[in-house]
Antibody
Framework: EVQLVETGGGLIQPGGSLRLSCAAS????????MSWVRQAPGKGLEWVSV???????YYADSVKGRFTISRDTSKNTLFLQMNSLRADDTAVYFC????????????????WGQGTLVTVSS | DIQLTQSPPSLSASIGDRVTITCRAS??????LNWYQQKPGKAPKLLIF???RLQSGVPSRFSGSGSGTDFTLTISNLQPEDFATYYC?????????FGRGTNLKI
């Protein structure tokens, strides 16, 4: 069974740093493209970052230069290092597994974690 | 970045109704367009991928159509469990984007 479990959220002051983890089971994070998606309170979904199976990374303009996505294949875990946090980074952060059809990446996400809340406030 | 304009932002309907939600992309995404359902406090759920393909386990009353820049999600014979927020998402560009969502209310 595919499962994603995010941890690492919490209350952090503006300018601070936080690292989110997403522990995967039932599949290999290194064989899939994996993303972080966030949702501010009462707002819509915002794509944050993707790490593809080839190791390439991409970021939304809103987080580029501040956030870093990575993975640890030995732990089968995806990470999001968040630096220089701002109030508008406050959100539930979801990790999501890339969706393949007939071994072709379809650009969507078919499994999601439950999310972890990051609150940036003084 | 590719922008997705989703409409309407909210929609009221009744059990048994048929509803349509539209999603327009600022440039072509070919058929790399996905639809999700999200209920309060839950993670999104993939409903439709490649614009018109039904994800495994999703009821056949959900359907998608379109290509290029204009897409629709149709829900026929609305059931109580269908009242939720729906999002489109493009996966053509490596800079993925979501629409702003449509809140489907009773």
């Amino acid at each position: 069974e595919v499962q994603l479990v995010e941890t690492g959220g919490g209350l952090i002051q503006p300018g601070g740093s936080l690292r989110l983890s997403c522990a995967a089971s039932g599949f290999s994070v290194s064989s899939n493209y994996m993303s972080w998606v966030r949702q501010a309170p009462g707002k819509g979904l915002e794509w944050v970052s993707v790490l593809n199976s080839g190791g390439h990374t991409y970021y939304a303009d809103s987080v580029k230069g501040r956030f870093t996505i990575s993975r640890d294949t030995s732990k089968n875990t995806l990470f999001l290092q968040m630096n220089s946090l701002r109030a508008d980074d406050t959100a539930v952060y979801f990790c999501a597994r890339g969706h393949y059809y007939d071994r072709t990446p379809m650009g969507g996400f078919d499994s999601w974690g439950q999310g972890t809340l990051v609150t940036v406030s003084s | 970045d590719i922008q997705l304009t989703q409409s309407p932002p909210s929609l009221s309907a009744s059990i048994g109704d048929r509803v349509t939600i539209t999603c327009r992309a600022s440039q072509t995404v070919y058929n790399f367009l996905n639809w999700y359902q999200q209920k309060p406090g839950k993670a999104p759920k993939l409903l439709i991928f490649a614009a018109s393909r039904l994800q495994s386990g999703v009821p056949s009353r959900f359907s998608g159509s379109g290509s290029g820049t204009d897409f629709t999600l149709t829900i026929s014979n609305l059931q109580p469990e269908d009242f939720a927020t729906y999002y489109c998402q493009q996966g053509y560009s490596n800079l993925y984007t979501f629409g702003r969502g449509t809140n489907l209310k009773i």
